[in-house]
């Protein structure tokens, strides 16, 4: 499929949402907005001759991952969990297990290695029989 083929959107369309936008934008007062422990930087300096942009979340509804009936994860594809390194962790003496742990995870093309102590592991399983997951 050629580039040719897909319909034009026409630029003077992007620029009257982009226009709108930035009207909107500039009309917010800042002190107004509730900023979940982030902090508000009021020394930016905004160059009036630079193009308007179409912010991001005008374009994608993204969801946060504690919502109702978010998919995390790729469907068919299986989480693998490998072992790779068992390590003796010797700071203390009094601890039962002295380990820690590297653990290599996959999901799809994802791979995450993660080194955690014994502990850390009791906890887990502690949470699971708490929540029967």
């Known amino acids: 499929m050629s580039l040719t083929n897909r319909k034009q ?17 500039e009309s917010l007062d800042s002190r107004e907005l509730h900023f979940e422990g982030d902090e508000l930087d009021n020394d930016v300096v ?3 001759k ?4 179409i912010p991001f979340s005008a ?9 109702p009936h978010v998919q995390l994860y790729l469907t068919g594809c299986p989480i693998r ?3 790779l390194e068992v390590e003796r962790f ?13 653990i290599e995870l ?9 080194k955690r102590k014994y502990k850390h592991f009791q906890e887990l399983h502690r949470e699971l029989l708490r929540y029967k997951a």
């Open 9 to 25: 959107v026409s630029t003077s369309a992007l620029r009257k949402i982009a226009a709108d936008m930035s009207n909107i934008i």
């Open 46 to 48: 905004h160059d009036p």
């Open 50 to 53: 630079a193009p308007a942009g």
């Open 59 to 67: 374009i994608y509804n993204t969801k946060g991952f504690k919502e």
């Open 81 to 83: 969990v490998r072992v």
């Open 90 to 102: 010797t700071s203390t003496t009094k601890v039962p297990s002295p380990r820690v742990y590297t």
């Open 106 to 114: 996959t999901h799809a093309e994802f791979i995450w290695k993660v």
